[in-house]
T-cell receptor
Framework: DAGVIQSPRHEVTEMGQEVTLRCKPISGHDYLFWYRQTMMRGLELLIYFNNNVPIDDSGMPEDRFSAKMPNASFSTLKIQPSEPRDSAVYFC????????????FGQGTRLTVV | GQQVMQIPQYQHVQEGEDFTTYCNSSTTLSNIQWYKQRPGGHPVFLIQLVKSGEVKKQKRLTFQFGEAKKNSSLHITATQTTDVGTYFCAGYNNNDMRFGAGTRLTVKP
């Protein structure tokens, strides 16, 4: 397996634009997580899915953020409209179970909103 | 909700010195995991501790889980430049897994 695949690796966009980040988890993993990493706030859990169903989205900062998982092999994190304070590295991770097995992280998407 | 605190935030050591990072949870944990993130990279799983008082070693790295399963530590003996990066703990309980803020380690050759 190629591991967790995220795209794009880098995204630069203007304030107000819509941004969509994509993730392909490891095949067979039932859990998918979206994290945001910044210098100020560290690694924050935004949302996680179990079998394509959102379980905990309490970390989603506001209504501008939304995440979907239409099937077991694909998830998106959308920001609309984007703001400069959304600039961060966004990681997707997947695991067989939540917490009791290791999480495999993708390479991340570095988002810059200007 | 569950909170996981990690200290120190930064640590700068001379190559050959030891390094320790500590992780404390506000609640009792089912298990704790440790991850390492190299500069510019992504977190990579190191180890998982499950049992109260558990100690595990990986070469120069020693991981401990507290008796009360609310704290953990990672100790690196005789650091090397390859040890640079950010070390995260992640505590798990009741379908809730939370990462600590991480300890960024720099090593001066």
């Amino acid at each position: 397996d190629a591991g967790v695949i995220q795209s794009p690796r880098h995204e630069v966009t203007e304030m107000g634009q819509e941004v969509t980040l994509r993730c392909k988890p490891i095949s067979g993993h039932d859990y998918l997580f979206w994290y945001r990493q910044t210098m100020m706030r560290g690694l924050e859990l935004l949302i996680y899915f179990n079998n394509n169903v959102p379980i905990d989205d309490s970390g989603m900062p506001e209504d501008r953020f939304s995440a979907k998982m239409p099937n077991a092999s694909f998830s998106t994190l959308k920001i609309q409209p984007s703001e400069p304070r959304d600039s961060a590295v966004y990681f997707c991770a997947s695991s067989l179970w939540v917490g009791s097995t290791e999480a495999f992280f993708g390479q991340g998407t570095r988002l810059t909103v200007v | 909700g569950q909170q996981v605190m990690q200290i120190p935030q930064y640590q700068h050591v001379q190559e050959g010195e030891d390094f320790t990072t500590y992780c404390n949870s506000s609640t009792t944990l089912s298990n704790i995991q440790w991850y390492k993130q190299r500069p510019g990279g992504h977190p990579v799983f190191l180890i998982q501790l499950v049992k109260s008082g558990e100690v595990k070693k990986q070469k120069r790295l020693t991981f401990q889980f507290g008796e009360a399963k609310k704290n953990s530590s990672l100790h690196i003996t005789a650091t090397q430049t390859t040890d640079v990066g950010t070390y995260f703990c992640a505590g798990y309980n009741n379908n809730d897994m939370r990462f600590g803020a991480g300890t960024r380690l720099t090593v001066k050759p």
